[in-house]
């Protein structure tokens, strides 16, 4: 039995292979590798190349609200980075809107500065020491 759409379906669907036509994905999957993240309950698909989109591909059974893979929080862009970022922090009272709007203005923020700064942005500079840093122990 397949999975379409988080129901359950008689007919398996067809899932490409490989990540090869979708650079994206590709060096998604090369980050959680050299970041040693597991993921190995889940397989990274994508059929870019049929406008299909990406995904992930259950490789075992997943119970409900079982974690498929777990990303630490100083890899995650979100709002309570802008409200703490040592110049953005002091603006981010002047964000307008309420709610999800307010905080995906913030975090539209934070990528229009980072992308300004490139190579020097703070993102890029703890990704960088995070990829020379020795792996942690278990």
């Not at 090369?30 to 995904?55: P, Q, T, Y």
């Not at 100083?74 to 309420?98: F, W």
């Amino acid at each position: 039995m397949g999975m379409v759409e988080g129901r359950q379906n008689s007919e398996p669907r067809s899932v490409p292979d490989s990540l090869a036509s979708d650079p994206v994905m590709t060096d998604f999957s090369n980050w959680l590798l050299e970041r040693k993240i597991d993921h190995s309950k889940v397989r990274l698909v994508s059929d870019a190349g049929n406008n299909v989109g990406r995904g992930l591909i259950a490789n075992q059974t997943i119970e409900e609200g079982e974690l498929l893979f777990k990303i630490p929080l100083q890899y995650v862009i979100h709002s309570d980075a802008v409200r703490h970022h040592p110049v953005l922090g002091k603006v981010a009272h002047l964000i307008p809107g309420e709610g999800m709007n307010r905080e995906t203005m913030a975090i539209a923020l934070l990528l229009m500065y980072e992308s300004c700064l490139g190579e020097d942005a703070p993102a890029a500079a703890a990704a960088d020491a995070d990829a020379a840093a020795p792996a942690p122990a278990d």
